[in-house]
Each structure stands twice: as structure tokens, then as C-alpha cells.
């Protein structure tokens, strides 16, 4: 049982590059969400996901870009890399709240991207 | 009214002394509040929850004080120890339907031999 895992774990682009961030889980949650942490600013909700086929957008959405083709698998695509997007990204996914789970967010470790 | 605010930013605490990190919130429908704990190089972790139903939440040397007029949480690290060096974050949500965790801006703790 891995929980939650990321690839790559780091990564350097340069401005207008494009890349996708992959994200799984085996703990067949439903729910699963895409964060940035910047220095002083906590935890940034990018996107996040209700269920298979489904995505949301967060509180800073642009300029991201997310798929879940499957329940397990959430990814993140950069279009056009720009420095104000380099930061630590870590991706976490969660029970269904409405099936009465519990609400702790299960992260993985993290991708740290630093765009030039 | 979404926002969690945390302090201090960062703090030192000699072995064995007491860490006290606070939260307050605006928004009053929040009825769950986590804190997350982080080590460097390592995802959050759930450290603790607490639900507004009681003033207070203990596991080991970890206390959650709740209070709801105040609108205030704070975490207290008892006989804090180096290995409790980590970055530690509050946060809020409510608990019916889909609600998304809105995060503090951290705490970083260092607890010095």
C-alpha cells in the first residue's frame, strides 16, 4: 500500500515549456485535490476531483489544468510554464464525505518545479 | 471569510518547554479543524482534529483548545523534542457535503537540544 505518490519528485522547465504532474493513489478515495505551497502562503487548492471524470477549480486555477480519466490517477498539466508558477506541489486525495468518511487529506510527497 | 489566519510564522522552543501555535477563523459555518504537521522534504500529515462540540482535544503530548465565541483553535506541544522540528499548519472546513480545507500559512517549529 504506497498512499499517495508523485512523479517526477523534482523538475526544471523553462518559461513557455509545458509538462503534466501525475498523481496516484490505491486507496480508492474518491476524492482527490492538486496544491501548491509557496513560502508564507500555506497550501494553494489548484484543482480538485469529486469522483472519476470530474475536476473543479480550487482557489488558483490558472494557468493549471487537470484530468482524472481514472478514480486512481489525478493529473496536473502546466500549457505554458511562467516563473510565477515555480513552487513545491503536492497532491492529496481523501474518502467520499458523503459515504460518511473521514476528512483527512492523505498527501503525497511532493514535486518541486522551479521554472526559468 | 474563507480565511484561516496562523501564528507566529516561526518558532523556537527549548527542549522540553511548551509550543503554542494559534489559529482564528471568520467564517462560523467551519466545524472541523485539523492541524497538519510537516516535515522537510515530506507531504502534510494529519496530526490531530478537533469539532466544536468540545473545548478540547488531547493525543499524547498534543492539545487542540477550541474556542467557538473567540472563534480562535491553537495547538499546544507539550515537552516539545527536536523530532517535533517541522512545519505545522491549521485548517478549517465544514463537514457537510463537499467542502474544500482552507489552510493556515504555517508555523515552522524548531526545538532546540
Known amino acids: 500500500n504506497a498512499g499517495v505518490t508523485q512523479t517526477p519528485k523534482f523538475r526544471v522547465l523553462k518559461t513557455g515549456q509545458s509538462m503534466t504532474l501525475l498523481c496516484a493513489q490505491d486507496m480508492n478515495h474518491e476524492y482527490m485535490y492538486w496544491y501548491r505551497q509557496d513560502p508564507g502562503m500555506g497550501l494553494r487548492l489548484i484543482h480538485y476531483s469529486v469522483g472519476e471524470g470530474t475536476t473543479a477549480k480550487g482557489e488558483v486555477p490558472d494557468g493549471y489544468n487537470v484530468s482524472r480519466l481514472k478514480k486512481q490517477n489525478f493529473l496536473l498539466g502546466l500549457e505554458s510554464a511562467a516563473p510565477s508558477q515555480t513552487s513545491v506541489y503536492f497532491c492529496a486525495s481523501s474518502y467520499s464525505r458523503l459515504a460518511g468518511g473521514a476528512d483527512t487529506q492523505y498527501f503525497g510527497p511532493g514535486t518541486r518545479l522551479t521554472v526559468l | ?113
Open chain 2, 1 to 113: 471569510q474563507q480565511q484561516v489566519k496562523q501564528s507566529p510564522q516561526s518558532l523556537i522552543v527549548q527542549k522540553g518547554g511548551i509550543s503554542i501555535i494559534n489559529c482564528a477563523y471568520e467564517n462560523t459555518a467551519f466545524d472541523y479543524f485539523p492541524w497538519y504537521q510537516q516535515f522537510p522534504g515530506k507531504g502534510p500529515a494529519l496530526l490531530i482534529a478537533i469539532r466544536p462540540d468540545v473545548s478540547e482535544k488531547k493525543e499524547g503530548r498534543f492539545t487542540i483548545s477550541f474556542n467557538k465565541s473567540a472563534k480562535q483553535f491553537s495547538l499546544h506541544i507539550m515537552d516539545s523534542q527536536p523530532g517535533d522540528s517541522a512545519t505545522y499548519f491549521c485548517a478549517a472546513t465544514r463537514s457537510t457535503g463537499f467542502q474544500k480545507l482552507v489552510f493556515g500559512t504555517g508555523t515552522r517549529l524548531l526545538v532546540s537540544p
